[in-house]
């Protein structure tokens, strides 16, 4: 019998106890804001973990952690989509790109993260539903779903404190000495302090630092505010330079993607010129290029529109979004073979848009069709 309600009248913090103390095997999916995640367990205990972004996929992990390059993400996804059953991490080792070590570490650390992320909602709907035993395939973690609830639980309560300096929720660090000067005093800074302040480019958030590292927010919110006390970095909201009322560049994707669906082509472009001066860190480079893409596809520049949605997978080969539009923009330009090789990794990525994913699937049968069709009329 499933299990489910809203966040508000059933915790997840309590279901999570209730499942580890009566050992339940199943799915425990969460959905709020539009996305969704899942928690997958095994009697009791945490065995996978699916975030309802990007930010969490094994693939970008690796990418992110240094440990694997884009183009061996790619290989990886592609052998999957051959062997659906095979689960990335071990077709990752099995290539020799990456040490089965590395692929439970960065298990375990989507686990953790999805479990602190989703004690953070404060509305949306649980779903738990229970299944048969599973059998173990492949590289796998288990935690103690106590003991991972114990931590985030922790983990809430000093990311809080932590926070209390910043009025924002994802905070912008900024170098204190743009000019490239140093502070006047030497710096005493920890191994982390050290990474995080490279990665401080003024375009960054808290969390996107934290994501890139491969560590959690609020090991990353510690290290920055400590270089806030040393005085080399000051924290403030995110914004875009030049918009009234601090808008950030996500609120300026939103409107251009609602300009290119009601056709307004040129106030779309626009509004791409706002973010164009930016120096945006790798996730918005690409939803930058992804967007340049389709303002040229609205105005039905095959080629450039091409050329933009490449770059966009190039820079960040997990962007679903990218794959779809390159395929339509494919089709466009009658190179069908590019059309469903970008559908192919499209499908395999999970995008949360139920629309674009029933769009992909009548692109691929159309294209099925019409290779039978020009294979039946061959003399």
Not at 282 to 307: K, N, P, T, Y
Request: glycine content about 8%; proline content about 4%.
């Amino acid at each position: 019998m499933p299990i489910e309600g809203p966040i508000q009248d059933l915790a997840l913090s309590d279901l999570l106890q209730l499942l580890f103390l009566s050992r339940r095997t199943g799915c425990l999916v969460v959905r709020a804001s539009g996305r969704e995640a899942e928690l997958r367990l095994r009697e009791g205990a945490l065995v996978g973990a699916t975030s309802g972004g990007p930010e969490l996929r094994l693939g970008r992990l690796f990418v992110q952690s240094g440990r694997a390059t884009d183009a061996q993400v790619r290989d990886g996804l592609e052998l999957q989509r051959k062997a659906p059953a095979r689960l990335l991490g071990q077709i990752m080792v099995d290539a020799g790109f990456v040490r089965p070590a590395e692929v439970e570490r960065q298990l375990r650390f989507q686990i953790e993260e999805t479990v602190f992320d989703l004690l953070r909602v404060e509305e949306g709907h649980l779903h738990f539903e229970e299944v048969g035993s599973q059998p173990r395939h492949g590289i796998e973690v288990e935690l103690g779903t106590d003991s991972v609830l114990m931590d985030a639980t922790r983990r809430l309560d000093e990311f809080a404190e932590v926070l209390q300096e910043s009025a924002h929720g994802d905070p912008l660090p900024r170098l204190a000495f743009p000019d490239g000067s140093l502070p006047p005093t030497p710096l005493h800074l920890g191994a982390l302090e050290w990474e995080v302040l490279g990665m401080v480019d003024g375009e960054r958030s808290l969390r996107q630092i934290a994501r890139a590292l491969g560590q959690g927010e609020l090991q990353v919110a510690r290290a920055l505010y400590a270089l806030a006390e040393a005085g080399v970095v000051e924290v403030g909201a995110r914004a875009v330079e030049g918009r009234e009322g601090g808008d950030d560049a996500a609120s300026l994707y939103r409107e251009i993607d609602r300009a290119i669906r009601e056709g307004r082509s040129e106030q779309a472009g626009t509004l791409l010129q706002s973010v164009r001066s930016l120096s945006p860190a790798r996730g918005i480079a690409a939803e930058q290029r992804l967007m340049e893409g389709r303002v040229l596809a609205l105005a039905e520049d095959w080629g450039a529109a091409a050329s933009a949605l490449e770059d966009a997978v190039r820079i960040d080969p997990l962007l679903a979004e990218a794959y779809f539009h390159l395929a339509r923009v494919a089709v466009r330009c009658g190179e069908l073979a590019r059309a469903e090789s970008a559908l192919r990794v499209y499908q395999r990525l999970n995008d949360p848009s139920e629309p674009r994913r029933e769009s992909a699937e009548r692109m691929v049968r159309s294209l099925e069709e019409l290779r039978k069709s020009m294979s039946d009329a061959e003399p």
